[in-house]
């Protein structure tokens, strides 16, 4: 004891801990670094939370993943293949200058032209689906031209980012990396790589879309993102109240931040469906009894109470209980290790199968819950650690799919079947890993696909739901909730389940 | 040291570089996994895009053609684009290098105050009590798992007494203006003791904990050259002059005992590079180490290509300097 | 002069040998000492504290991990890992260091210029480099690992063998063996490597002790064995995000390397002492 009082001292005497906080500077502990400052040159969700702290999209999602106006003001179709979008006139970039239709036209036509970004094509390209061209029609209004008809357009909207044209033909590809003039709330005056960002309260920030409320300037004068990568670090650092607000709070320290009274835990519904993609073109899995005995042997509840902390919401298909067509009338399939043998039985496997169930390094913890839950059910299960990116290339559509079972997930920003539904479960699918294969299923996405009335398309998806949940070409199992510890001097801030930062309104005092 | 000693010695320098190339370029280009297809994952390419991203990337051209051509780049510091950064590996390397350096060079100061007064003190007072001490200190110091100790001295210093910073290399209200990349020689241009005593802060555990296995094998270094020099003849004829024993120990053995010291330290630089990796993912420290590790597991390998390159390289130039140091100062190595 | 060795008390010595022992049958006698499955797991008892703790079970004496296996057993189970590696990958880095160095250092020309060439490449690489960047391309595994680690550590052996191998050339039994008109291969088998025999042995019992903190920290890397083998280094690493709320997650089995090692370079610290006079510190 006396040895740390002295150390104490010591410590306080070379002034090592006296950092002098500011009275409105936010701290934030963030996993990774974002991977380049330009919008449109990346694919990763975390670079996209970053960097909507300093850019803004034409559209935005309001606190309840409503799609909301945000550069634009309001849009319109004029036929099923023509989008118009009215631009918000006043908005200023960074550099001073004032946004227009060309700026908006020149941002996409920079994800969309192949070779626009330095030789090389944006990878956020796939992004726009079926667009073929963004044209002005003048000062504040732009047409999207489509090849065909794509209600959802709006919601992958969000996804995209407003750059200005002068500065970006300027600074040039590379520039772009390192250097932004965004519309946003903040802008960057300092980036130092993998160990911080910081961003200054922009003047002239036009307020954020209107729809969200008490749209207006950014609180803090100033935000710090300090880039720490270990879990144990990030949540050390909120409980010593060095950071105010840290992202990926794992669920086992819930309990710790709980009790400490100058921290809280937030938590938002995400948008990525968690699940084991079973393969349907190879035994056992070919048989669709062995595909539900498998959704019958696995105790949802018990992996997402233990190891997510309760903080999942148990899925019966493929969508998330907030998006657009969810159906809540699925059944479930209940755990029932009687009912999961006699299914194998009925399949031809009293005594039981055994499978390889293929998982990365961060989903390992899960994939051996899972598998000593299926081994007690009779399918004796293994698990198969790979690289990410192995794993992903062994399962993709076109590989050669040798395994029995993956667990995986795919995110779904829009909240939009066609985000999620279409690549993971129609015929040839990018992200169709299990091979799942159904004329009804494909005909019922391809028609919501088209629809452009709401209430018809919800009920194509709906119907397509039902389908895919008798099948079962995957164990299905949760939607994770995003969680966040936030120190308690934090204020107006809340977490978003598209996983920006939304930084505009929150406050320390 | 002649020239023409010094020609063949950099002559030979040439085919070790040269082999530690291929077997990097071999390395890389043997894994499994297309490159193009990595850059292109999630992102509904067709067969047709990913073919010509392998034309543009030059992954369809046989072996030696590209061998040709990476060393042919490296030489012009081209390595490439880093596949997830989509910008020069060159780039990004650099950005990360100053961290790494910086907590290298801690390491390496730390383990030589460690050592050299250890191995002295153990050589003068040889058997007794400090000099078992040191021995036993040092069995431990190489038998520590680097990654294991930093955990338990961040859970103890960092998150349990709150003494020292939890993760990075600097607190944003200390942070001293710009000017070499290296946070300490910064605050000092500066005059900024704030940040030098932040900076050092950040540094003291992750400086420790890669030092440390170091720091073992060099007193052990100093303590041996230690005891052989204080046996030659000019100590005892020192001695016997009657020059006074801190003089003697100071002026002519600690000398001629440092060399093997400095000699050895170059050899085990290696453990400081290797151990980068693991102490910056410990410690969450911005530099090259760290961002390797992340770039295995998302198979980004151009930029784990040139960094493993620069290890080498690094690696050889350092000893090949550390040995034209010992034959230059040894005056036994005849020229 | 003193040797190291008599700084260590010799019952230091015998007790490390002991526990290097120790460890040895451990491993050997994992599935009889293991009181639980080292897979096994048991989400109720996800992170239960050791059996002293407050909310801890006598029956799993070192606590549980994050699925709630029983640390003591995977630790158990996890020295089979760690103690074969070391074991392999020294023993054919030596077989190989043994054919390598006796032919450069008997036979000079063309093949020494060449296995010394190699060893100057491949120490041209820090270890841990190598090893992960050949790790990163053949993916994780038990085989891989050794053969990552061994393409790199015959250079050792390959190096003091190459070494004592010239000085044994010009030995007086070596002459006279040559000018009887032994083949090469006789000279090399029957005079040189028997001569030489002893500080190799001595350095492998020291490099057994390194190649498993390479092991280990491979595996906390990420890129060491398969899950669900138990290894040290992947305990460690696994246990790192819990140390706030779990500290005997990763402290125990970076406790068992610690003192594997540690015991491997105290009696391998006698060994040299004993064996060969000139490997005195």
């Known amino acids: 004891m006396r040895l740390k009082r002295v150390l104490i001292a010591a410590a306080a005497a070379a002034g090592l801990q006296m950092t002098p906080v500011h009275a409105s500077e936010l701290h934030i502990g963030f996993t990774l670094d974002p991977l380049t400052l330009d919008p449109a040159n990346h694919r990763s969700r975390e670079t996209e939370s970053v960097l909507r702290t300093m850019y803004n999209g034409l559209v935005a999602h309001g606190p309840n993943m409503e799609l909301v106006p945000e550069l634009a003001e309001s849009w319109k179709w004029i036929d099923p293949q023509t989008m118009e979008v009215k631009l918000r006139s006043g908005v200023k970039f960074h550099s001073g200058a004032t946004m227009t239709a060309d700026d908006v036209v020149y941002s996409f036509t920079r994800l969309l032209k192949p070779g626009a970004i330095g030789g090389k094509t944006s990878p956020r390209k796939g992004l726009l689906g079926p667009v073929t061209d963004v044209v002005k029609v003048d000062e504040h209004t732009v047409r999207f031209v489509l090849s065909a008809p794509w209600p959802v357009l709006p919601a992958m909207l969000t996804f995209q980012e407003v750059v200005n044209k002068d500065f970006t033909e300027k600074t040039g590809a590379d520039g772009m990396a390192t250097h932004e003039d965004g519309t946003g709330p903040y802008t960057m005056t300092q980036w130092r790589r993998g160990d911080s960002l910081v961003l200054q309260r922009f003047p002239g920030y036009f307020g954020g879309a209107p729809a969200i409320p008490s749209a207006g300037k950014a609180c803090a004068e100033r935000v710090i993102i300090k880039i720490i990568p270990e879990n144990a670090s990030r949540v050390a650092a909120l409980l010593s109240g060095d950071v105010d607000i840290i992202n990926e709070l794992p669920a086992h320290d819930i309990r710790t931040v709980e009790a400490n009274p100058n921290t809280r835990v937030a938590a938002v519904n995400g948008t990525r469906t968690f699940f084991v993609a079973l393969n349907n073109n190879r035994p056992p899995f070919n048989d669709v009894r062995v595909r539900q005995a498998a959704n019958h042997a696995l105790n949802r509840k018990l992996i997402i109470d233990k190891l997510l902390n309760g903080r999942a919401v148990a899925l019966n298909g493929v969508m998330s209980p907030a998006a657009f067509g969810f159906n809540a009338k699925l059944p479930e399939y209940a755990y029932d290790v009687k009912q999961a043998r006699a299914l194998l039985a009925a399949a031809g496997h009293p005594n039981g199968i055994d499978v390889t169930l293929d998982a990365d390094g961060p989903q390992k913890d899960t994939a051996e819950a899972i598998a000593s839950l299926l081994t007690q059910a009779g399918i004796r299960t293994k698990v198969a650690v790979g690289e990410g990116s192995q794993v992903r290339a062994k399962w993709a559509n076109g590989g050669k799919r040798e395994g029995d079972m993956w667990i995986t997930s795919w995110g779904n920003g829009s909240l939009d079947p066609t985000d999620i539904f279409e690549p993971t479960l129609m015929t040839g699918g990018r992200g169709n890993s299990a091979g799942y294969s159904s004329k009804q299923v494909d005909t019922l996405l391809a028609e919501g696909g088209r629809e452009t009335d709401t209430a018809k398309r919800a009920a194509f998806y709906e119907q397509a739901q039902s389908i895919v949940h008798a099948d079962a070409p995957w164990i299905f199992l949760w939607l994770p909730q995003d969680l966040y510890g936030t120190s308690a001097k934090l204020t107006g801030w809340k977490p978003a389940a598209s996983g920006w930062l939304n930084l505009r309104d929150a406050c320390v005092h | 040291m002649r020239p023409a000693l010094l020609l063949q010695r950099l002559l030979h320098l040439v085919p070790v570089l040269l082999g530690v190339t291929v077997i990097v370029f071999l390395m890389m280009s043997l894994t499994p996994g297309d490159p193009a297809e990595i850059m292109l994952a999630n992102q509904n390419a067709t067969p047709e895009q990913v073919a010509s991203l392998r034309h543009d990337m030059g992954l369809d051209r046989s072996l030696p053609v590209r061998f040709a051509s990476f060393v042919g780049n490296a030489l012009r510091g081209d390595f490439g684009q880093s596949l997830f950064h989509r910008r020069p590996v060159a780039d990004v390397i650099a950005e990360r290098l100053p961290a790494t350096i910086e907590l290298s060079a801690a390491a390496l100061i730390f383990a030589l105050l460690v050592a050299i007064p250890l191995g002295v003190v153990a050589a003068v007072h040889r058997g007794g009590i400090l000099d078992r001490l040191a021995t036993v200190g040092s069995l431990f110091g190489v038998s520590l798992p680097g990654f294991w100790f930093g955990i338990l001295l961040l859970l103890a210093f960092a998150v349990n007494l709150r003494l020292l910073p939890v993760s990075g290399a600097i607190d944003f209200a200390h942070q001293p203006p710009t000017v070499t990349g290296f946070l300490t020689i910064d605050s000092l241009l500066s005059g900024r003791l704030d940040s030098l005593g932040n900076a050092l802060a950040h540094l003291l555990l992750p400086a420790v904990t890669l030092g440390l296995p170091m720091a073992a094998i060099l007193m052990r270094v100093t303590r041996a050259s230690m005891l052989e020099v204080l046996r030659q003849d000019y100590i005892t004829f020192a001695e016997a002059k009657g020059l006074s024993r801190a003089r003697i120990l100071a002026l002519h053995a600690l000398k001629n005992a440092l060399l093997p010291t400095v000699t050895v330290a170059a050899i085990e630089t290696g453990s400081l590079l290797g151990g980068n990796m693991v102490v910056e993912t410990v410690f969450g420290w911005p530099g090259l180490g760290r961002l390797v590790v992340e770039s295995i597991f998302v198979r980004n390998y151009p930029l784990v290509q040139a960094a493993v390159l620069l290890y080498a390289v690094t690696y050889v130039l350092v000893n090949f300097v550390a040995d034209l140091l010992y034959t230059v100062l040894n005056p036994k190595v005849r020229m | ?281």
């Not at chain 3, 991990?65 to 392999?88: H, K, P, Q």
């Not at chain 3, 903190?213 to 819990?242: C, H, K, N």
């Open chain 3, 1 to 281: 002069m003193r040797r190291l060795g008599n700084l260590l008390p010799g019952k230091l010595a015998k007790l490390a040998a002991a526990a290097v022992l120790a460890f040895v049958l451990m491993a050997a006698a994992a599935p009889l000492l293991a009181p639980h499955d080292p897979a096994a797991t048991d989400l109720f008892r996800r992170l239960q504290p050791p059996g002293w703790m407050a909310e801890g079970d006598w029956a799993y004496p070192l606590g549980c991990d994050a699925l709630g296996r029983d640390i003591l057993s995977r630790i158990i189970y996890g020295a089979r890992v760690s103690i074969f590696i070391g074991v392999v990958v020294v023993l054919i880095a030596t077989a190989i260091g043994i054919a390598a160095g006796l032919a450069a250092g008997y036979l000079r020309g063309w093949v020494d210029r060449v296995v010394s060439g190699l060893i100057d490449i491949l120490l041209g690489f820090p270890y841990l480099i190598f090893a992960v960047g050949l790790m990163a391309m053949m993916g994780p595994g038990v085989l891989n690992m050794v053969m990552a680690l061994a393409y790199k550590e015959w250079v050792v052996p390959a190096r003091v063998v190459r070494g004592e191998t010239l000085a044994a050339r010009e030995t007086e039994y070596v002459e006279a063996a040559r000018a009887m008109g032994a083949s090469s291969t006789y000279i090399m088998a029957r005079e040189v490597l028997p001569n030489i025999l002893s500080p190799v042995i001595v350095v492998a019992s020291v490099r057994i002790a390194q190649v498993i903190i390479l092991e280990a920290s491979l595996s906390f890397l990420g890129l060491g064995v398969q899950p669900p083998t138990a290894s040290w280094g992947s305990m460690v690493a696994d246990g790192r995000g819990y140390i706030l709320d779990a500290w005997w997650v990763s402290t125990f089995p970076g406790l068992a390397i610690l003192l594997l090692v540690l015991s491997i370079n105290v009696a391998s610290q006698a060994v040299r002492d004993a064996m060969d006079p000139r490997f005195h510190d």
